[in-house]
């Protein structure tokens, strides 16, 4: 006897989807965001079909609604990524992440001589491609591309 068994995840009363997370990026949003520590629930779906992007990812976050500074680093790995923010089981706003035109003080320059790494400035870049994600330091002009952006 082949009894079909489904999986239910709650719906959210109150928190943020992070819907179509490009496949293989859920862990690194989860990562950046410092979600490990989060107290509340947190539902991940990972290699999820999706007809506009073949495979996806999602998070679901309850109770959490995230600040302008979390949204960039959402951008900057997943700029496919759309936000969901639910109320009372309601969704109230609904927007595509864009990567910004500059970046301050969460990602860390990949050159070791950069003044920001030897004194310790905050950093700070410009988004010179928003496609491939590529960031210029305004210090000593280096660019980081997406695969080597580490975030502090």
Known sequence: MNKR???VVSALKNGTVIDHI???NVLNVVRI??????EDQIYLGANLDSKKYGKKGLI??????FKSNEI????????TATLIEIKDFQI???????VPNKVEGFVKCFNPNCVTN????????????KKDVKLKCYYCEKVTAEKNIEFI
């Open 22 to 24: 490009p496949e293989g």
């Open 33 to 38: 965001l410092n979600l490990e520590d989060f």
């Open 92 to 98: 109230t706003s609904k927007k595509q992440v864009s």
């Open 72 to 79: 960039n680093k959402i951008a900057l790995v997943a700029p």
């Open 118 to 129: 030897v004194e310790g400035i905050g950093t700070k870049f410009q988004v010179v491609d």
């Open 5 to 7: 068994k489904e999986l």
């Open 60 to 65: 679901k976050v309850s109770n959490k609604y």
